[in-house]
């Protein structure tokens, strides 16, 4: 390990200036935008040489097995484990059966499409998570108060792990085979597993022939590992599934809202597929995104997606990570993959054309504050991007910020509703909301008073709630009627 630690010492600054370099270089399109000339004049904390992740002298130690990978992981140490469909199971399965022997240590991560050893909360005395997100398969970790949920924006959640405040000590990564030139790809998560690698003081890597070569800035040189062990892990894949009656009204909306030559930001699920398959008569549309899902490659084939207005990478598709579309973004130039802290940042997004922002809400109620992490007191997920892309939405050219949701929940209860449940979480606040959307149409919130907006919302609310919300809103503003 001191070796390790001296190679690590060693690199050059000369090579890490020339690193930097090479990404300022490589973000040279952005340079048409003022914010974005703005963003890359300021200091970079790439330029410490410890996160230089290219060529070095060392080469890692080859394991035989994925324990003996991790043998080097010590209690009380942090440990970033590649995230969402980048999950390394391999080398989580072989942490796990270290639970006798070890204590205290942390594991740092966003969701993780499939599900973690370390988190059984049967072993909570030797792992506790600290989650950037909150998953489906990690809800009963943080019930049973065995991990807990940091809330932070996406886009900055890069540097927490680069300053120091959540710095780890080793990164757990899923990446490709080096190519010729000895480079591995991180593959199909880069949002934070880039800033993790970067940041960790150990790299501890399964080489996974299952894992898509990206392209961007997700690459790892495989002489900057530390340990290395060969896998044959299948990637997860997530169905899609179809958008129901409700979800393709919500779509249509949308669809009809959306300019040619727009930017397009949405996420991975039915009502972002219904939207996009609204749109195949559009033209010269953008992708700048957290992440994208498969309606975009339809498309990119009829020729609406060219990125061309696009100020921010024109050209390219931009994304942080992917959880299907893994043959798709193999070795495809045309899609770019980016840390959190490029593909969130609200001057990058808002240097883009008419972006449209498409996110989704648990509840809203009558002000127009917005919940999407928790029902009541108990995390179902997270900040993520929302924040990031209703913002940079806002400050684009034509943009539209949205909110979406259906107006009612599975048990029939509004979604739109007078107050938040209680311990409910204000992901989005008043001011940052311009649309809400449901089956029932479009509210425009922004620059309207609290009346406004309630009498708004009430009229995108389903029927059978409207006379309620209405009363409530009567009593809470001291109004008898609505104003004109």
């Given amino acids: 390990m001191h070796a390790i630690a001296s190679a690590r010492a060693a690199t050059s600054a000369a090579a890490a200036r020339a690193s930097l370099a090479a990404t300022r270089a490589a973000l040279s399109p952005a340079a048409s935008s003022a914010h974005a000339r703005s963003y890359l004049s300021r200091p970079l904390v790439t330029l410490d040489p410890k996160f230089y992740l290219g060529k070095r002298d060392a080469q890692p130690v080859v394991c035989s097995t994925p324990e003996e990978a991790v043998s080097s992981i010590k209690s009380g140490d942090r440990v970033y484990v590649h995230s969402v469909a980048a999950t390394p199971l391999t080398l989580l399965d072989a942490l796990a059966k270290r639970k006798d022997e070890l204590r205290n240590v942390e594991l740092v991560h966003l969701h993780l499409e499939k599900a973690n050893p370390c988190e059984d909360p049967a072993l909570a005395s030797s792992f506790f998570t600290n989650h950037l997100f909150v998953g489906a398969?990690?809800?009963?970790?943080?019930?049973?108060?065995?991990?807990?949920?940091?809330?932070?924006?996406?886009?900055?959640?890069?540097?927490?792990?680069?300053?120091?405040?959540?710095?780890?000590?080793?990164?757990?990564?899923?990446?490709?085979?080096?190519?010729?030139?000895?480079?591995?790809?991180?593959?199909?998560?880069?949002?934070?597993?880039?800033?993790?690698?970067?940041?960790?003081?150990?790299?501890?890597?399964?080489?996974?022939?299952?894992?898509?070569?990206?392209?961007?800035?997700?690459?790892?040189?495989?002489?900057?590992?530390?340990?290395?062990?060969?896998?044959?892990?299948?990637?997860?894949?997530?169905?899609?599934?179809?958008?129901?009656?409700?979800?393709?009204?919500?779509?249509?909306?949308?669809?009809?809202?959306?300019?040619?030559?727009?930017?397009?930001?949405?996420?991975?699920?039915?009502?972002?597929?219904?939207?996009?398959?609204?749109?195949?008569?559009?033209?010269?549309?953008?992708?700048?995104?957290?992440?994208?899902?498969?309606?975009?490659?339809?498309?990119?084939?009829?020729?609406?997606?060219?990125?061309?207005?696009?100020?921010?990478?024109?050209?390219?598709?931009?994304?942080?990570?992917?959880?299907?579309?893994?043959?798709?973004?193999?070795?495809?130039?045309?899609?770019?993959?980016?840390?959190?802290?490029?593909?969130?940042?609200?001057?990058?997004?808002?240097?883009?054309?008419?972006?449209?922002?498409?996110n989704s809400a648990i509840e809203v109620d009558l002000t127009g504050q917005v919940c999407a992490d928790s029902i009541g007191k108990r995390m179902v997920s997270g900040v993520g991007g929302q924040v990031d892309f209703e913002r940079g939405a806002a400050l684009s050219q034509g943009g539209l910020p949205i909110i979406c949701l259906p107006s009612t929940a599975k048990d029939g209860s509004s979604r739109i509703v007078p107050v938040l449940k209680e311990g409910a979480g204000v992901i989005t606040t008043r001011p940052h909301v311009h649309y809400v959307i449901t089956e029932y149409g479009a509210a425009f919130l922004f620059g309207k008073n609290l009346i406004q907006r309630a009498k708004a919302l009430i009229d995108i609310a389903h029927p059978n709630h409207r006379a309620a919300l209405e009363k409530q809103a009567f009593e809470r503003f001291n109004i008898k009627t609505w104003l004109n």
Avoid: W
Wanted: proline share 7%.
């Fill in 137 to 358: 398969k990690s809800r009963k970790n943080v019930d049973a108060g065995a991990g807990s949920y940091v809330p932070v924006f996406l886009q900055e959640a890069p540097l927490l792990l680069r300053s120091g405040i959540l710095s780890p000590d080793v990164a757990l990564l899923n990446v490709s085979p080096p190519d010729r030139h000895g480079f591995c790809s991180l593959g199909v998560e880069v949002s934070v597993a880039l800033p993790a690698a970067q940041a960790a003081k150990v790299l501890i890597a399964q080489i996974n022939p299952n894992m898509p070569r990206t392209h961007g800035f997700s690459s790892v040189h495989y002489s900057a590992f530390d340990y290395v062990v060969e896998v044959d892990e299948k990637l997860p894949v997530v169905a899609p599934g179809k958008p129901t009656a409700v979800e393709t009204a919500i779509g249509k909306t949308i669809a009809s809202m959306v300019k040619d030559g727009a930017t397009l930001q949405m996420g991975i699920g039915s009502i972002p597929d219904a939207v996009l398959t609204e749109l195949k008569h559009h033209k010269n549309l953008g992708i700048h995104t957290e992440m994208f899902a498969e309606g975009v490659i339809d498309l990119i084939e009829s020729g609406v997606v060219t990125n061309l207005h696009k100020r921010f990478l024109p050209g390219k598709i931009l994304t942080s990570f992917v959880m299907r579309l893994y043959d798709f973004v193999d070795d495809n130039p045309s899609v770019s993959f980016m840390d959190a802290s490029v593909t969130n940042d609200v001057h990058f997004i808002g240097s883009n054309p008419a972006v449209t922002a498409i």
